[in-house]
């Protein structure tokens, strides 16, 4: 951790001792688990309408809690994680893109900035036990990894798991998978098939450690994104090939969570959420236009389930807009902390809406969707202005009338398309939009000089960088860390 970022956790930590701990946290501060599954659509499980896939674990898991139906996250891996850890626009923090594909590579030289405050320093700070187990793809050099940001304990894949040597597509020359505990490389993933239930372990693992103070554990599962895998136990169980079969693994994986946590007796004390990092990649988006990597619903609203016994009520929904931007502020408020205040910070508190308090409402007057630095569309309330809609033009949708953006209304409703137009303008300003927009309150993405692969290819060469052209304006200010 950078010096810089020490002072900025101390400040706030200092103002955090003024105020008195929340009814909220009482006596022991909830743990958070946040189970992220990779590229897992809207209709891909049985609570948002799957009859697909089995999925009994998060069925119950919805009864006993809340459904969030307007939840969104960013279009594809990497954006969707730095929104998660920084409550940020993926954007305002240069996160919005890979230095040469839409996501973060092997050896890429960006990565999250160390500067930047992650939901997992504000927990250490109020001293959680912290773990990511999964994968992280926020940068694999040193500085971006999560032992760095935030997170004590870090085992798993520092990228996806396409990025291996047999998938050659347009010559990528990947090298071997690498396994991560902490900082080091411990071993090369090879057999797919065993890395739902390994990370499973690790994860119970952690929690039966930290059984008796309070933790947070980030889960994002290597799984559904392809190659798809799962255990032989489940390999051919389900009625949907493959996909069926990993997300019936996830579905067990999230069951064994939950009796993990009902025989140390923490389940009370344990807020739970599920959801995915983008729209499907091989699933389905249920009633949503688009998949993954798409700016229509489908490629950014996810399924969402949030479970707290007692705290959250059972078999409840809500219909607010709310994001992977949230986590940030509302686990900050419910460990008895806060968001920082020396800077932007894009995410809502929800606790008011996850808690079902009389007139709770979202806290975006507006919500944007970009696709790597370009913004594409706005929602404020059950409005969306789409530029590129039908046919590519500009297209207004009434979401709660028409949740799977079928009918353009711009020319029966011009007012409010100019307002939704106003509002976009408002986002190039302040986040930018295209490499001739900056944005005036970006903030630096992380920068590592002469970037090193984890495991170096057999062959000696860097892994192929495609033909991708990307325009460096896109990042007006870099931090050099190293
Ligand atoms: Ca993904």
């Known amino acids: ?57 998060l069925d119950r898991m919805a009864k006993e809690g809340m459904r969030l139906t307007s939840f ?31 996501v973060l590579m092997p050896g890429d030289e960006h990565g999250i900035n160390p500067d930047e405050i992650t939901i997992a320093e504000i927990l250490k700070h109020r001293e959680y036990a912290t773990a990511c187990i999964g994968k992280w793809h926020l940068g694999d050099q040193p500085a971006f990894l999560p032992t760095n940001n935030g997170f004590d304990t ?138 993954k990597g798409s700016t229509f619903e489908g490629g950014m609203r996810e399924p969402c389930i949030v479970r707290w016994p007692g ?18 502020p509302t686990l900050a408020r419910l460990a008895g902390s806060s968001a920082p205040s020396d800077r932007i910070i894009d995410g809502h508190d929800i606790w008011p809406i996850l808690s079902d308090q009389l007139g709770a409402r979202s806290g975006y007057e507006a919500l944007y969707y970009y696709s790597r630095d370009n913004l594409n569309a706005v929602r404020s309330g059950p409005w969306k202005l789409h530029l590129k809609g039908d046919n590519g033009k500009p297209a207004l949708y009434q979401l709660n009338n028409d949740i799977g953006e079928t009918t353009n209304l711009i020319e029966e409703h011009p007012a409010i398309a100019e307002r939704l137009a106003a509002l976009m303008e408002n986002a190039r300003i302040d986040l930018g939009d295209g490499s001739d927009r900056p944005g005036k309150n970006v903030r630096p993405i992380g920068f590592w000089k002469n970037p090193k692969q984890l495991i170096p290819n057999a062959n000696g060469k860097p892994v192929g960088r495609g033909d991708l052209k990307i325009d460096p304006q896109m990042w007006p200010t870099r931090h050099v860390v190293n």
């Open 1 to 57: 951790m950078t010096p810089r970022a020490l002072t900025n956790i101390t400040l706030f930590c200092i103002s955090c001792s003024l105020f008195p701990l929340n009814a909220e946290t009482d006596s022991r501060p909830p743990n958070f688990i946040v189970i992220f599954i990779d590229d897992m659509g809207y209709g891909d499980i049985g609570p948002f309408g799957s009859t697909l896939n089995r999925t009994p674990n």
């Open 72 to 102: 969104y996250a960013a279009p594809v891996c990497t954006p969707s994680r730095a929104a998660l850890m920084t409550g940020c626009y993926p954007k305002r923090v240069g996160l919005m893109y890979g230095s040469w594909h839409p």
């Open 154 to 291: 870090f085992y798993g894949t520092p990228y996806s798991n396409d990025m291996y040597p047999g998938n050659t597509g347009k010559s990528r020359n990947f090298p071997p998978y690498p396994l991560m505990r902490d900082e080091k490389v411990i071993g090369e993933i090879t057999d797919q098939n065993t890395i739902t239930k390994n990370l499973t372990d690790q994860a119970l693992r952690f929690i039966e450690e930290n059984q008796s103070n309070p933790f947070f554990l980030y889960m994002p599962h290597v799984m559904v994104h392809h190659p798809l895998h799962a255990g032989q136990e489940f390999q051919g169980k389900s009625s949907n090939g493959i996909l069926g079969d990993a997300i019936e693994e996830i579905d067990w994986s999230v069951g064994e969570v939950f009796k993990t946590l009902k025989r140390l007796e923490i389940d009370n004390d344990t807020l739970v959420m599920f959801t995915s990092d983008n729209g499907p990649a091989a699933g389905i988006a249920g009633p949503l236009r688009g998949k």
């Open 311 to 328: 705290r959250i009520g059972a078999g409840t929904q809500t219909d607010e807009i709310t994001s992977t931007m949230d986590l940030l």
